[in-house]
């Protein structure tokens, strides 16, 4: 007998992906999928955003409350999807915004299977040959960086700050033994650069190691961490007493790209261990979470360039190859797929070159009484979370088996010859001028000055002499009314969207310089595409006082 109760549940169960297979309902199923694509391609226009941007009423947000009642598929579909207006369009030539790629079909697809099957690599259990995935992907990354991949092991986690954060803790836990059963001394520091990502200082407060305890060591001028003051804070540091738990070395910087000198940092850390005879290695690890992808031309022949790249962009490959390839020295490597790896959020891993790192955080079985009563692959024994999903995995091994290496060094090498390309037009004209010039990646960060200044010279007395303060202060007003004009007209359907960043980094007394910012990375972007954003940037000299 029919009662409301059974009504419900009968459309609550039309909801769910069946479980055993029926013609009628899985076409329902990939039609409800298909619909929701079509309307989300329905948002598409010239511009490079889904839609119009429509302002959010967070206040009105905040006052939604639950229906009384059950909503059907298509119209949950059609909600959702109109989430989506104003968003970024990341796969557009016209976008140029962030580090931030467009994701491949493999790699959603991944995402989508995973998904369906709700897997949870925290056990293979779990997960079954899903969990496999994590290990294949994890295992050509550790050859890729030139890890021995019997001996490293790695895990997906939460993101690249989620990368760092292993990193730190297995360094914590080399310095202070103790750290995981009775808490965190006073005496333990962590050291990054002042251009490394602000995820340093969330690490160091979560873990209880305090952000008065990070040290951050200024940058040369290609926004590299200075090696000289890093030796100096490591000595007075260890001469006072205080254990280093970690090093953070960053090789891509978010801004700039900059690549930290990694051999060195490596070679310092060595020989201080031995000078000060430390009872343990302070941990290097290596956020590299943008720049691992150039791992692939570790043996590219760059002399007979097989791939017929131009000049100008063999050599920004080969500058930025000639730091990525010592990620092997690092004791642990931050990976993200969802940035140079062209996969969706979120797809990261942390790989160790020593497996027996993750061993200084593993659980006792007892602990958690209802798991791993069976099974072979248990990494929920020694991961942070309890529960990951195989999305990440799944994405990433994805798009490893789509591109395969040669894939790879098209895609980088195609968006630093696009980036290439974008600079010297920027270079062409007297302007503008580029900022970071010696930094060898996708993104370009550059100012523009108005008629009459020499921008040859500008750059230095800026950065360097107090003297021109005001005049740094006017010129980044003056470049955020350019930006303001850029965005305006993309926004229009007239230009690119690109970005900027309030601090490229800090003059010699302290005032922030304020950038424009293009950030390659999408595999559609053409000379064309590079060339209207120079000319945006000339159209908006003009406009701009």
């Known amino acids: 007998m029919s009662t409301p109760y059974r009504d419900v549940l009968n459309k609550i169960r039309l909801a769910f992906p069946q479980p055993v297979s029926d013609s009628i309902h899985d076409s329902y199923f990939v039609h409800s999928i298909m619909r929701a694509l079509d309307q989300v391609d329905g948002l598409k226009t010239?511009?490079?955003?889904?839609?119009?941007?429509?302002?959010?009423?967070?206040?009105?947000?905040?006052?939604?409350?639950?229906?009384?009642?059950?909503?059907?598929?298509?119209?949950?579909?059609?909600?959702?999807?109109?989430?989506?207006?104003?968003?970024?369009?990341?796969?557009?030539?016209?976008?140029?915004?962030?580090?931030?790629?467009?994701?491949?079909?493999?790699?959603?697809?991944?995402?989508?299977?995973?998904?369906?099957?709700?897997?949870?690599?925290?056990?293979?259990?779990?997960?079954?040959?899903?969990?496999?995935?994590?290990?294949e992907a994890a295992g050509i990354t550790a050859r890729l960086v030139g890890y021995d991949p019997e001996q490293a092991s790695g895990v997906f986690t939460f993101g690249g700050t989620g990368t760092s954060l292993y990193g730190v803790k297995i360094g914590l836990e080399k310095a202070c033994p103790q750290a995981m059963q009775k808490g965190v001394p006073e005496d333990v520091v962590v050291i990054v650069s002042e251009a490394g990502h602000y995820c340093a200082r969330s690490i160091t407060g979560w873990l209880g190691i305090g952000v008065d305890n990070l040290i951050t060591i200024p940058t040369t001028a290609e926004n590299e961490m200075d090696l000289g003051r890093l030796e100096e804070a490591a000595r007075t540091a260890l001469a006072g007493g205080k254990k280093i738990a970690a090093i953070i070395a960053t090789l891509g910087t978010t801004d700039a790209f900059g690549l930290?000198?990694?051999?060195?940092?490596?070679?310092?850390?060595?020989?201080?261990?031995?000078?000060?005879?430390?009872?343990?290695?302070?941990?290097?690890?290596?956020?590299?979470?943008?720049?691992?992808?150039?791992?692939?031309?570790?043996?590219?022949?760059?002399?007979?360039?097989?791939?017929?790249?131009?000049?100008?962009?063999?050599?920004?490959?080969?500058?930025?190859?000639?730091?990525?390839?010592?990620?092997?020295?690092?004791?642990?490597?931050?990976?993200?797929?969802?940035?140079?790896?062209?996969?969706?959020?979120?797809?990261?891993?942390?790989?160790?070159?020593?497996?027996?790192?993750?061993?200084?955080?593993?659980?006792?079985?007892?602990?958690?009484?209802?798991?791993?009563?069976?099974?072979?692959?248990?990494?929920?024994?020694?991961?942070?979370?309890?529960?990951?999903?195989?999305?990440?995995?799944?994405?990433?091994?994805?798009?490893?088996?789509?591109?395969?290496?040669?894939?790879?060094q098209v895609l980088l090498g195609h968006m630093v010859e696009m980036t290439q390309i974008l600079r010297e037009h920027l270079e062409g004209y007297e302007g503008t001028t580029v900022l970071n010039r010696d930094n060898f990646g996708t993104v370009t960060l550059f100012r523009a000055y108005p008629l009459g200044i020499d921008t040859f010279s500008i750059k230095g007395q800026e950065f360097d002499d107090p003297a021109h303060r005001d005049t740094l202060l006017t010129h980044n007003a003056y470049n955020r009314a350019i930006f303001q004009y850029v965005y305006s007209e993309a926004m229009a359907g007239r230009g690119v969207l690109i970005s900027s960043t309030d601090c490229y980094r800090h003059t010699r007394y302290g005032e922030p310089i304020y950038a424009l910012k293009s950030y390659i990375l999408s595999p559609f972007v053409d000379e064309g595409d590079v060339e209207v954003v120079v000319e945006k940037i000339q159209e908006a000299r003009e406009k701009v006082a």
């Open 260 to 408: 930290d000198d990694l051999k060195g940092i490596v070679t310092l850390r060595d020989n201080l261990t031995e000078e000060f005879q430390l009872a343990y290695r302070p941990h290097v690890h290596a956020d590299a979470v943008i720049g691992w992808a150039w791992s692939v031309f570790n043996h590219y022949d760059f002399e007979r360039n097989p791939l017929g790249f131009r000049p100008r962009t063999l050599r920004a490959l080969a500058g930025a190859c000639r730091r990525i390839r010592h990620l092997s020295l690092a004791d642990s490597v931050g990976v993200d797929f969802h940035k140079t790896g062209f996969a969706p959020y979120i797809s990261s891993l942390v790989l160790f070159k020593d497996c027996e790192d993750l061993r200084r955080v593993t659980r006792l079985p007892e602990e958690m009484p209802y798991l791993y009563h069976f099974g072979e692959h248990r990494p929920g024994m020694y991961t942070l979370e309890a529960s990951r999903a195989g999305s990440g995995p799944l994405a990433a091994l994805a798009n490893y088996r789509l591109f395969g290496e040669q894939g790879l």
């Open 46 to 135: 010239q511009l490079p955003i889904l839609g119009s941007i429509v302002p959010g009423d967070f206040e009105e947000a905040r006052r939604t409350t639950l229906p009384p009642r059950m909503s059907s598929v298509e119209a949950v579909t059609s909600d959702l999807v109109g989430h989506l207006q104003g968003m970024t369009i990341v796969g557009h030539p016209r976008a140029q915004q962030n580090v931030i790629p467009p994701p491949t079909i493999p790699s959603l697809i991944g995402v989508l299977l995973s998904s369906l099957h709700n897997a949870n690599v925290v056990w293979d259990e779990y997960s079954r040959l899903v969990a496999l995935a994590e290990v």
